[in-house]
């Protein structure tokens, strides 16, 4: 069966229905959309009725096709113009200025000035494009950032401090009269240790 002899046993209605749903993928929307006085659960019932029949299936799948094809020709357009920037291709800007108060002929305002000009990406431009290029590709994948490289640096240097003043506490608190409260294992670990060190330099 050939495509628009498909598309002609769609109801008006049914084609509606389609259009509805392919903007949130809400067939319960899409069903109030055609039918707004029906109830929810009734919607949600006849909305996926209608997405399990075969012509309906058949117009949807056609038109995601069609999406598919043109976001992916939109997102290699983006890569190209990227790549472009980033290996810092020369690049063309036109600009016309036109005078609207004299016109040619058939009326068409008559330009007054034509410019192209050539330029080059800056390297700030490039070293961004290059960027960009390289978080798509994944080439900075185990590459960890330098900020979070920082902060896990500076959060163990807190925690390395915090463990030093709990044993400057342990140190100090006579024998007998010890309470120490170590939410870390590893860290109350560390703790039990110097205080065996501790005791047999004390013998």
């Not at 069609?66 to 920037?85: G, H, M, W």
């Not at 490039?126 to 960890?144: G, I, P, S, W």
């Not at 915090?162 to 294992?185: F, H, Y």
């Amino acid at each position: 069966m050939k495509k628009k002899e498909r598309v002609k046993k769609l109801n008006k209605r049914h084609k509606c229905f389609c259009d509805e749903y392919l903007k949130d993928f809400n067939a319960t929307r899409a069903y109030k959309a055609i039918y707004p006085t029906v109830k929810d659960e009734t919607a949600a019932m006849n909305g996926g009725k209608l997405l399990r029949n075969a012509e309906v299936s058949s117009y949807l799948s056609e038109k995601l096709k069609k999406t598919e094809i043109k976001s992916i020709a939109s997102l290699n357009d983006i890569l190209r113009e990227i790549t472009a920037v980033a290996m810092r291709k020369p690049r063309k800007t036109i600009f016309k200025q036109y005078d609207n108060t004299k016109k040619d002929k058939s009326g068409t305002p008559k330009i007054v000035c034509d410019k192209t000009t050539v330029s080059q990406p800056s390297d700030k431009a490039q070293l961004k494009a290059l960027e960009l290029l390289a978080r798509y590709y994944n080439v900075f994948m185990n590459v960890e950032d330098p900020e979070l490289t920082k902060a896990k640096t500076d959060k163990a240097k807190a925690e390395a401090k915090m463990a030093q003043l709990q044993v400057k506490e342990i140190q100090n608190d006579s024998p007998g009269n010890r309470t120490v409260i170590v939410d870390d294992i590893s860290k109350l670990k560390e703790l039990r240790d110097h205080e065996s060190s501790t005791t047999k330099q004390g013998d």
